[in-house]
């Protein structure tokens, strides 16, 4: 079974009060009603308007810029140009951007250049059109490989080229040497954009030398560091309220327009508020980078995989700064014996790129299922059985760990300093510590049929005209939040009536984080669920937290939010034992909101929390009975080097070979997630990362101008989103049996590896069903050109 | 100003001639409820029932409710009243962020009051005038389908 | 830039007639304003006075009368939908209205509005050429009828003048039994129409009288491709087969001069011109003879 941090204890899930309770999420009710606020819903007494001049050039200097006009309009309060902005960079989470508010440089087409503020957003859009701009053009570069080139033109100071990051263990040629097969494969992967539903808006308002932002992120801690390196102000006197957002994957985080609005609500000493239009959510703020992945794969006849070599680009476009996506299909299908995996990162004069919903596993990941899958093709292997051989299995080494210096050279610095008594029911390190794949391919298999669907590689189950069906399977990982750049942390108050509240800094964007984390506290506590309340946006009250992102959230902030509980409940203890029970704080627990003896033999009585810290009040010369606070006081294993979870998913689709339509039919999805926080919650997250998955695979890309780089289809009459109608009605899921060691009562991450299997398996199902690999997205066309190319 | 019937009231409104029924509803009455996404007519999010019938009100000229009734999810049900089709979805929970789901409401109403009794694949047809980008289809779909049987069940009792 | 406009309500179309003629190309007809109202906010509508037509009373109609079917300017798609059971040939229009946009924008949508707007994408169009449908144009001076097929002058063009109004549409009774069918290749569930082909076929004691095949998106208004109809005009419906049908769908494909642009490749347009019109000519044909059993 499983490895056990006595620290964190385990609980059997047959004894969870709330946990594991697919309750409705405590903003249900809001919800159906249209009541919850969305960042567009707020307003602000006394606010304006703001409205953003967006560049008309891929690249080039500012090299006048007059305002005088715009600022003589009636209604107009004032203009911020770069001659307004501090001239500091700011960042945001996971080196997605990097940039000054303002710096008189664009890099991209619709690139922020000034902005207005009006009386109303009318006004301030005609403003806009009053501003005198010119450039001094500069070369643009949109092809990831050009940008690569010394003689590209250099869109950042620091130059185009990050250095690359390289996992490799083994031997590469050794691994060739061993294989009796050797197969590669080029894709190149389109840029997908978060298509938010919801868009965003921000207001700032200054108070003297303090500001308050209103806006919807995933990541409000880092929104206030943002905010802070900007424009240099202390983080005591910045008030971020992170909202909840739309449909976000990642678009969410920290956004330059955000800055904008402070820098504009200082000058004109109101509260601003920038509210983005759809087109700007999707052509302005982020999307998925443009990926270009060159692998290889060597298998021996009997299946096993020596080598996995994959040369992986990624475009940062203009402000990102990544080096690596997270693809920890290098960990999932790390029992090649041999490996080698390098990441690329290259600026290019296009929207910035950044982390969108599993960022590289969808990609990377998908070419890594696809040569394995041409493997299992060439030793005639089923790919379940393909992958059960070869991915990874508690136990075994995760192979992310030996990236040169960066994720082992960063554990280290964690573990300096945490005495070896504290780590001592940790997982061993650099090693899967519970679950894989394994468990869910096979319950899925035997819960989908496959044997009776599957017909051989390339060979469809049914004909019938131009219409093929076939099934294929495709698996996914990715990991659970990742410790560096600052740990997690959370904070549960437990008030002088027994209800508590939890404080942690997460995003709220349909993943349940303010009723799971809720449902984490009321377990540990033994508090009933519905006197557990939540602050996640609040930066004042919520102690630092990387955020929602990376699959973060149930696990690491999870892992906080029990701990900061038991430090509550044994301050709670505390006072209980000393002033009521005559005992040691060790003798007593708490259930359903009454303090009691653990020993069930013991006959006195239970006392409420509240009668406990009310009767407690007068004598209370300290006040604790209104100031129980509790924090984590030990140490959290770091996540990034043994937790991952997995998806597996399962889908049967019909291709008309003569139109390329695809149409989908049937879908199961299955996941390793630990413990089931909330299965409603989680039923959601699974099937919502297959439909995003599949957007990706099928209909999803944006389309840049070849002249300007300009996203011709930020809308979404041209970005095809998914409708009810396109996804099996009986989408199904099944979920892993594994009670995770670390997690929260035995949860883990859970949002990301569906997305990254979903692409994989539609992938192998159209090539069972038509005998050809094609690229996503498989768009009727896309289907067509490859059918026609084969013949 | 202009007269609007909204969920039952009758209120007085300056409406610009270039300005959506959405824009009105949300910036004059504050039925924030009444969500406006793509702004297109795509996504659904700003769905009301204008004389019976799903509109997307972004692409309704707030004049051109004048004389007619308007349903939004204010007038369908509160937190203290939710509509049965209300209290279906959070069961089923056929929503993630919920950022469409008033827009999947008002669309459910208007396509049950057709369709009382869908299966599923109409139900996912009938609905497919909205986006959830989050992507919470099959729940939504089970949401209107256990939204139908409890209207008739409902109507049965009266 | 958006510029804003005032608002006019007339309650006939006599007197919104009336209005556009004094505002000539400063005003425009609003009916659903479903086209209209994205094309303002793009900048692309630069007008003083939108003409309100939804106010005018009576205009929504659809009517199976002796002549054929009469369809007011002011129906919605939503309506046409609602329709299908009228006959055998308002189940396509009512089967093409429903693949159209999502259910709410048909609400709003009236068909009238969707003609004028004449985007060469548009679901009904072809299907209205392909029915030899008559459309009935009023102006100040009074009324004129043109056929379908001669509405459609370019893209976003129609053959009306800067005051005339559209104000019923007409698919006439066939003079022999007729069957017709619209096939389109999508995107996702919800899209415009990446190309299409609408075909009627009539027969007369179990030979082809007569055919039309309507392409949609190859050009800038809806065509017919009359080579591909004389094909099959006086082939025996028993003889038609596959090789036929094949030389039908290529012929359709070699009229269409389709364009490349985000939605779809010109290639990927001609290809599905010759599967689209094979597939329509063929249901077209099943109709046929099930109705002649």
Partial sequence: ?791 | MTTLTVNGGVFEVEIKPHESLADVLRDQLDLYGVRVSCNEGECGSCTVIMDGKPVTACLVLGMQAEGKEVLTIEGLGTVDNLHPIQQAYIEEQGFQCAFCTPGFIMATKAFLDENPDPTEEEAAIGISGNICRCGAYPYIVKSVVSAAKKLREQKRAN | MKKPFEYLRPSTFEEAIALKAQHKNRAKYWAGGTDLMLQWRAGEVDIDYCIDLTYVPKFNYIENEQDGVRIGAMASLDDLDHAAKMNQLMEVIGYTARLMCTKQTRTISTVGGNMCNASPGADLSPLFVALDSEVTIMGSGGSRTVLMEHFFQGVNETILNDEELLIEIKVPVPEYPKEACYKRVARTFVDIALISSAVSISSNNGVVADARISLGSVAPTPIRSRVAEQKLIGSILSDINDDLLEEVGQLAASDASPISDVRAGKEYRRDMCNVLTRRAVEESLKKLSRKQL
């Avoid at chain 1, 790390?334 to 790129?353: K, P, S």
């Avoid at chain 1, 902030?557 to 209980?576: M, N």
């Avoid at chain 1, 034992?577 to 259930?591: Q, Y």
């Fill in chain 1, 1 to 791: 079974m499983k490895n056990l941090t006595l620290q964190t204890g385990y609980k059997d899930p047959s004894s969870f009060t709330i946990a594991g309770k697919g309750v409705p999420v405590k903003d249900a009710r809001e919800k159906v009603t249209g009541t919850l606020k969305f960042a567009v819903d707020v307003k602000v007494q006394g606010m304006v308007h703001g409205k953003i001049l967006r560049s008309p050039h891929a690249h080039a200097r500012i090299t006048h810029i007059n305002t005088s006009k715009a600022e003589a309009l009636p209604g107009v309060l004032g203009v911020v140009t770069h001659n307004d902005a501090p001239n500091l960079n700011w960042e945001n989470a996971w080196f997605n951007y990097r940039g000054k508010v303002l710096d008189g440089i664009v890099r991209f087409f619709g690139d922020d250049m000034a902005a207005v503020a009006a009386t109303s957003e009318e006004i301030a859009e005609t403003a806009l059109g009053l501003i005198e701009v010119e450039y001094e053009i500069l070369p643009s570069v949109f092809d990831p490989e050009e940008a690569m080139k010394p003689d590209a033109p250099q869109i950042r100071e620091e130059g185009n080229v990050r250095d690359p990051y390289i996992v490799e263990w083994g031997d590469v040629a050794k691994g060739e040497q061993e294989a009796d097969f050797v197969l590669n494969c080029e894709i190149k992967f389109a840029s997908q954009q978060m298509a938010p539903l919801g868009r965003n808006a921000c207001i700032a308002e200054w108070n003297d030398d303090r500001v308050t932002m209103w806006t919807a992120s995933q990541t409000p801690s880092e929104l206030r560091d943002g905010i802070h390196e900007a424009f240099g102000i202390p983080l005591s006197k910045i008030r971020v309220y992170a909202l909840p957002s739309g449909s976000s994957f990642g678009n969410w985080w920290s956004a330059n327009f955000m800055m904008i609005t402070v820098l504009l609500a200082k000058k004109v000493r109101k509260p601003v508020k920038i509210e983005l239009t759809n087109e700007e959510c999707m052509a302005t703020v982020k999307r998925r980078h443009l990926e270009i992945s060159r692998g290889r794969m060597g298998c021996k006849k009997d299946g096993t995989l020596t080598l996995a070599d994959f040369d992986h680009i990624i475009d940062n476009g203009g402000y990102g700064f990544k080096d690596d996506v997270g693809f920890f299909c290098v960990d999932n299908w790390g029992r090649a014996h041999h490996g080698h995996y390098a990441i690329h990162g290259v600026n290019t004069n296009l929207l910035t790129a950044g982390c969108m919903r599993a960022v590289g596993d969808v990609t990377l990941g998908s070419c890594v299922e696809r040569l394995a899958d041409m493997c299992a093709i060439q030793v005639n292997m089923d790919p379940v059985e393909f992958r059960l051989k070869n991915q990874i299995k508690p136990g075994e080494e995760l192979r992310m760990q030996h990236s040169r210096g960066y994720l082992k050279g960063s554990i280290d610095e964690y573990l300096d300093g945490i005495p070896e008594e504290q780590r001592k029911d940790w997982p061993k390190l650099f090693h899967l510590s519970s679950g894989s794949t394994e468990d869910i391919l096979i319950k899925g298999a035997q819960a989908f049929n496959w044997e009776g669907r599957w017909h051989g590689w390339g060979k469809p189950y049914s004909i019938e005209g131009p219409k093929r069906r076939a099934v294929g399977v495709g698996t996914g990982a990715h990991v659970c939040g990742v410790e560096f750049e600052g740990n997690v942390s959370a904070v549960v108050r437990i008030n002088p009536d027994g209800s508590a509240k939890v404080y942690c800094a997460v995003g709220r964007q349909g993943q349940g984080s303010e009723t799971t984390q809720a449902q984490v506290a009321a377990e540990e506590l033994g508090i009933p669920f519905d006197k557990v309340e939540i602050e996640t946006g609040d930066t004042d009250s919520c102690p630092w937290s990387h955020g929602s992102l990376a699959s973060n959230t149930m696990f690491r902030v999870g892992w906080a939010t029990q701990a900061a509980s038991k430090d509550a409940k044994r301050q709670l203890l505390e006072i209980a034992a000393r002033e009521f029970f005559g005992s040691d704080p060790g003798e007593l627990d708490v259930k359903d909101g009454m303090i009691l003896f653990k020993d069930n033999n013991k006959k006195d009585p239970q006392i409420s929390i509240e009668d406990v810290l009310n009767h407690f009040r007068s004598a209370d010369a300290l006040g604790q009975a209104s100031s129980i606070t509790g924090r984590p006081t030990y140490p959290m294993p770091p996540s990034s080097a043994f937790a991952r979870h997995f998806a597996a998913h399962f889908v049967d689709l019909e291709v008309d070979i003569e139109t390329g339509e695809i149409k989908l039919l049937d879908w199961l999805a299955t996941q390793d997630s630990g413990t089931i926080m909330n299965p409603q919650v989680m039923k959601n997250q699974m099937i919502g990362g297959a439909i995003c998955g599949a957007g990706f695979a099928i209909y999803e890309s944006l389309v840049f101008d070849e002249e300007t780089g300009r996203i011709k289809n930020a809308n979404l009459l041209d970005y095809k989103l998914l409708r009810a109608a396109d996804f099996p009605v009986n989408g199904e899921v099944i979920y892993g049996d594994s009670y995770d060691p670390v997690g929260p009562f035995g949860a883990r991450g859970a949002g990301e590896a569906p997305a990254a299997a979903a692409g994989p398996a539609i992938a192998q199902a159209v090539y069972n069903a038509i005998g050809m690999w094609v690229d996503m997205p498989m768009t009727p066309e896309n289907i067509i050109t490859a059918l026609h190319k084969d013949s």
